[in-house]
């Protein structure tokens, strides 16, 4: 069973930065970041292959780095230039063997003005 754990949220004031990690127990191949704020559908945020290609959602590039260590089997979303509107709860997910995706539990950010 493959298990992913966040850490790294927590409460900064705009403009700030703060950097998220996700450590897989398993398998995982392509990995991402989400984010849900309340009252919105989870969004995609960023992701990563297995070989370092990124792809980032519009309203982040250029302030958030998605990057990965596959040794240690941890992915990591540095945010700079945070804006109260990138407030939400930040979830890792990951692509494992058979296709199937899990998730984190989540880490919340709050971004305050």
């Known amino acids: 069973q493959v298990h992913l754990v966040e850490s790294g949220g927590g409460l900064v004031q705009a403009g700030g930065s703060l950097r998220l990690s996700c450590a897989a127990s398993g398998s995982i191949y392509a990995m991402n970041w989400y984010r849900q704020a309340p009252g919105n559908k989870r969004e995609l945020v960023a992701s990563?292959?297995?070989?370092?290609?990124?792809r980032y959602a519009d309203f982040v590039k250029g302030r958030f780095t998605i990057s990965r260590d596959n040794a240690k089997k941890t992915v990591y979303l540095q945010m700079n230039s945070l804006e109260p509107e990138d407030t939400a709860i930040y979830y890792c997910?990951?692509?494992?063997?058979?296709?199937?995706?899990?998730w984190g539990q989540g880490t919340p950010v709050t971004v305050s003005s």
């Open positions: 997910n990951g692509k494992g063997d058979w296709g199937v995706d899990y």
């Open positions: 990563i292959t297995t070989g370092g290609t990124t």
